[in-house]
């Protein structure tokens, strides 16, 4: 499958909300698309965990995630629960891959989704996995870290960030 071009910020349709994708056959060689460019994505830039279709173009609700070993392909999922324990971190994002925000997320979520056979799977996520989730989740709302700043200085390029925090020295 073909590695696709990863739209940017500014590109109108990142505020688009994603449409739900009808069947497992509609969304099979999408995810395949997905997978090889987070693939591409991380080979060039060295980081890379999860990707929303709408990020290559396709407004459509379908998240590709890898994290510690195991892909994860979600079709049209929707969000059951939010803790109200929040947690702060530098957020980055492939649409915006020399920009970190700092955002508020909640420690752990709750998501259901369609799965491959067309069942309906609950997913439950804290810590890391969980700010990936809702990161993935506000791009199929037309949702961007930009927007959920948590002031004004929490913008910095990466390179800045990576300065601050003593990276590299």
Not at 32 to 42: M, S, V, Y
Not at 132 to 152: F, K, N, P, S, T
Request: net charge negative.
């Amino acid at each position: 499958m073909p590695t696709r071009r990863i739209i940017q910020l500014g590109d109108p349709l990142l505020r688009v909300v994603s449409a739900p994708v009808p069947s497992p056959e509609e969304a099979g060689a999408l995810f395949d698309d997905l997978r090889d460019t987070l693939h591409e994505f991380r080979r060039t830039h060295g980081f890379g965990r999860g990707i929303s279709a709408v990020q290559i173009g396709e407004p459509k609700r379908l998240i590709y995630i890898e994290l510690d070993g195991r892909a994860w392909r979600l079709r049209n999922p929707a969000c059951e629960f939010q803790s109200e324990e929040k947690l702060r971190l530098w957020d980055d994002c492939f649409s915006f891959p020399n920009l970190l925000v700092q955002v508020e997320r909640s420690v752990s979520v709750r998501i259901r989704y369609d799965g491959e056979a067309g069942d309906v799977q609950r997913l439950e996520a804290s810590g890391a996995f969980s700010e990936l989730l809702q990161h993935e989740m506000d791009h199929l709302e037309g949702v961007l870290a930009v927007g959920r700043a948590i002031d004004r200085n929490s913008l910095r390029t990466r390179e800045e960030h990576e300065r601050q925090a003593g990276v590299g020295s």
